[in-house]
């Protein structure tokens, strides 16, 4: 996934199922709110 203007380098865990906090720490850090990242992914 890419943000124009933005670089953000994360370490997505590779499981099944990510933690709640966890997801939604990662996505802050890539700079976006939850509902850009809901209709990036949807």
């Known amino acids: 996934m890419t943000k124009p203007g933005a ?3 994360l370490s997505v865990p590779e499981h099944a199922t990510v933690a709640r906090g966890t997801l939604r720490g990662l ?3 890539a700079g976006l709110t939850v ?3 809901l209709s990036a992914v949807g």
Do not use: G
């Open 27 to 29: 996505i802050a850090r």
């Open 7 to 9: 670089v953000a380098t």
């Open 35 to 37: 509902e850009d990242f």
